[in-house]
Structure formats: structure tokens, C-alpha cells
């Protein structure tokens, strides 16, 4: 294995200039920069990224703390990071808190033990360890997908987070299965605690509110983002007397928890229910009926993360801030809609006035009017 020295004898220069050309650390004439970069090709010299840490108080390398990363959406916002990362030189490491509180301070420590340059970081619903450790030790950190409130010293955010817009997507699902003439929408809601879970249920009042339809609190239940507990409630809201003839799943996990309830029941989607779902992922259009969701721009975000904590690093100081990024609207056949190609949908865009059958109608699909 080719050493620092044999680069330098190769390239006719000193070993301090070899370490000056592969750590940046001084300025090298381009000749001589090209000559040592030469050498290092043809001798095949793999520079030493512990050494190199030590010269330059650098690691180039990044911590990401994320829960459920077999999840299809978090498994895209980690390519996302891996791919920006990557592009700028940084490697990743990568923790799964498991969206336990106490786990999440112990891998984030891990993480900042290996003198990661910064982190990304999923947070729990219970992030106060987390919260703590970062502040105490001035960890440069990003909030990836779920906001926490972390008011700094001019009432501003004290850490940088960047997440999708969760409220008015989800009012989008809910006034559009209005326009179908739905009265009893449910929703299967997230974990208490995340920030994406109240978003969704105000997106979901808000839609009730904007097609003219009662709250009824019997028909808001949590699933606990996973498919077990959306399993468990979908099955609640079937047992209620006068059960919902439309459903909205706030991510894709509770979208299979809530389909595997409604398949145990022997109902048919959406023959016999409606369905709109929060996240869109690869199989979505595979189902049949073919999923109508709220698709997130996931590599995005992770990208926007990398971004965001690069420019953390290079300025320490500026104000902290919060980026949020649209979703879209995919509109395929599970809500009852006629079939047809995939119609993704700007989020602005928004339905006329729903009809109102009577209560416990069975709503006709209407054919004039729906959003396209």
C-alpha cells in the first residue's frame, strides 16, 4: 500500500506538501498541487481519514438519527442525505433512535463521540434529552420531517428544521373526498406528540370546516404511525354505529394497518369506503384500487437538510430558521374517483363546494365537478 512519502518522492516534493494538497490546509502553487495529485493516481494512495482528522480537526462526516428507516418515506430522505452528503464530500453515519426519548440521547451522543461535523435528526415526540444534549454540547443540528418548538434568545427557532407541509395537504384529502359527497370522514392520526400528527388533525378540522361538516371527535382516532395501531383503530371506527364512509390516513404505514382492517371486515375500497392516504410510495399505484395520496418531496427534504447544515457549519451564528417544502396532491381511484393515468395536482388547487347527502347516505360518485 502506497504511503504519503512514496507520493512525495513521486511527485518531487515534501511530505508536508503532500499533507497541505490533500488536507487543503495551505495554499499550493497548481503545478505543484497538480503534481502530487498525479502521484496519488498513479500510485493508487488511499489517504488515511483518521490522520487526516487529526491535521485538519475534521471529520467530513455527518450524523443521522432516524427512526423507521425500513419506512419507504424515510428510506428516501436518507438516499436524499446520502446523496447531497456525498456530492460535498461528507460521509454519513447512521442511528435508528427507534423513536424512544432516552435511545434517541444515547445514539445522538454516539454520533457526536465520533466527532461527527454535524447532525440530522428525526425527532422524538419527547425530545427534551435530546434537546438538552445538543444545546449543552452546541452540536450543529437540523430537524428533519417533524418541527420541534425550540424558541431561542430573539423568539426565534434555535435550530434549523425542514419538513413538508403537512396541515393544508391533509384539508386537500379531506375536501376533496367532501366534493365526492362524503359527511363521515375519519381520520387515523399519527403518534401524539409529533409535530406532524397535530398538523394533520388542524388540516383535518380545517377541512371539515371549509366543505361546511361537523367535527365529530369519534371519527379522529390514532394509529400511533405504525400499522398495528392503525389496524386496531380503523377497526374501532368501523364498530361505531353510524361508521365513516370515507377514511384519510395520516402516513403510509397506517395506510396498510388501516387497508388490512378494512380487508378483515370485508369491506372493499372504495366500493364500501373511501380512502385518501398521507405519503405516497413506489406500490401506491399497484393496489387495487390504485391509492389516491399526498405525496411528499422526501429526497428533497433530505437534501434540503444537508444544504441547510452546510450552511450551519460555514456560519455558525446566523439566525436559525425553518424551511417547508409543497407536497402534491397524486389523484388516482381509491377515493372513488373514475380510473384514469395518475393526475399529481398543485396544492393550491382546490374543489368547488361538496354535495351533502343525508346522513348515513351512501354518497353516488359524481362524474361532473370532481377536482382533476
Not at 480537526?57 to 419507504?72: D, E, H, M, W, Y
Not at 434529552?129 to 430573539?154: I, S
Not at 359527497?181 to 392520526?189: D, F, S, T, W, Y
Request: with cysteine; hydrophobic share 35%.
Amino acid at each position: 500500500m502506497a504511503t504519503m512519502a512514496d507520493v512525495a518522492r513521486r511527485a518531487g516534493v515534501s511530505v508536508a506538501t503532500v499533507s497541505h494538497v490533500l488536507n487543503d490546509t495551505r495554499p499550493v502553487l497548481p503545478h505543484t498541487r497538480q503534481a502530487v495529485l498525479d502521484a496519488v493516481e498513479e500510485l493508487g494512495y488511499t489517504p488515511n481519514t483518521l490522520a487526516r482528522s487529526l491535521v485538519t480537526s475534521r471529520t467530513r462526516s455527518i450524523g443521522l438519527a432516524v427512526s423507521a428507516i425500513s419506512n419507504p418515506y424515510f428510506t428516501e430522505i436518507l438516499q436524499g442525505v446520502e446523496a447531497a452528503a456525498l456530492e460535498h464530500g461528507y460521509s454519513l453515519l447512521i442511528a435508528d433512535p427507534h423513536d424512544d426519548p432516552e435511545h434517541e440521547r444515547k445514539v445522538v451522543q454516539l454520533l457526536h463521540e465520533r466527532r461527527v461535523e454535524g447532525m440530522i435528526v428525526a425527532p422524538s415526540a419527547q425530545p427534551r434529552a435530546l434537546l438538552d444534549y445538543l444545546g449543552r454540547h452546541r452540536v450543529p443540528a437540523v430537524f428533519l420531517d417533524r418541527l420541534v418548538e425550540t424558541p431561542g434568545d430573539g423568539g426565534g427557532p434555535r435550530f434549523d428544521q425542514v419538513c413538508a407541509e403537512s396541515a393544508e395537504p391533509t384539508a386537500r384529502l379531506v375536501t376533496h373526498l367532501a366534493g365526492l359527497g362524503h359527511r363521515r370522514i375519519a381520520l387515523v392520526a399519527g403518534l401524539w406528540g409529533l409535530s406532524t400528527t397535530s398538523e394533520r388533525i388542524t388540516g383535518y378540522r380545517h377541512g371539515l370546516a371549509a366543505s361546511g361538516l361537523p367535527y365529530d371527535e369519534r371519527l379522529l382516532v390514532h394509529g400511533d404511525s405504525e400499522q398495528a395501531g392503525a389496524e386496531r383503530a380503523t377497526a374501532g371506527l368501523l364498530s361505531l354505529g353510524s361508521r365513516p364512509t370515507a377514511l384519510v390516513t395520516a402516513n403510509n404505514t397506517m395506510t396498510i394497518g388501516a387497508l388490512r382492517a378494512l380487508r378483515a371486515h370485508g369491506l372493499s375500497v372504495p366500493g364500501d369506503i373511501a380512502l385518501c392516504c398521507f405519503d405516497d410510495f413506489a406500490w401506491a399505484d399497484l393496489f387495487s384500487p390504485r391509492l389516491t395520496a399526498i405525496a411528499q418531496p422526501s429526497r428533497e427534504i433530505g437534501a434540503r437538510a444537508v444544504h441547510v447544515l452546510l450552511q450551519r457549519l460555514a456560519e455558525p451564528e446566523r439566525p436559525a430558521r425553518t424551511e417547508r417544502l409543497p407536497c402534491a396532491f397524486v389523484h388516482r381511484t381509491s377515493c372513488g374517483c373514475p380510473d384514469g393515468p395518475e393526475r399529481p395536482e398543485h396544492p393550491e388547487e382546490k374543489p368547488g363546494r361538496p354535495g351533502r347527502p343525508g346522513h348515513g347516505e351512501r354518497p353516488e360518485r359524481v362524474e361532473k365537478g370532481n377536482p382533476s
